[in-house]
Nanobody, 121 residues
Framework: VQLQASGGGLVQPGGSLRLSCAVS????????MEWYRQVPGKQRALVASISRDGGTDYADSVEGRFTISRDNAKNTVSLQMNALEPEDTAVYYC????????????????WGQGTLVTVSS
């Protein structure tokens, strides 16, 4: 299973970015898809999650500014980030539950390579 994240970069405060993550390989199903972020010296923190049927949940710090979405047909998850703040600067990771072909359950150990988001003027 491969995860390919994209969309990070440098943006000014108040700006927007859209992150995407594509999951490929011998996949039977993808369950919950999540975005985490991590800054140096801190633990990786959950930013947003989306269930297979589209139910979403957000960290308080991003509620109302970030929107998570997914395309089940393409095995992708996106994170639209608006009104970005310097405190949003971090490496962002996608984290899906993956049910591989031939395996009888979801596995939760897959992480994208991370994409850096820098919010600075």
């Amino acid at each position: 299973v491969q995860l390919q994240a994209s969309g990070g970069g440098l943006v000014q405060p108040g700006g927007s970015l859209r992150l995407s993550c594509a999951v490929s390989g011998p996949i039977f199903s993808i369950g919950v898809m999540e975005w985490y972020r991590q800054v140096p010296g801190k633990q990786r923190a959950l930013v947003a999650s989306i269930s297979r049927d589209g139910g979403t949940d957000y960290a308080d710090s991003v509620e109302g500014r970030f929107t998570i979405s997914r395309d089940n047909a393409k095995n992708t998850v996106s994170l639209q980030m608006n009104a970005l703040e310097p405190e949003d600067t971090a490496v962002y990771y996608c984290h899906p539950e993956v049910w591989r072909v031939g395996v009888g359950a979801y596995e939760y150990g897959y992480w994208g390579q991370g994409t850096l988001v820098t919010v600075s003027s």
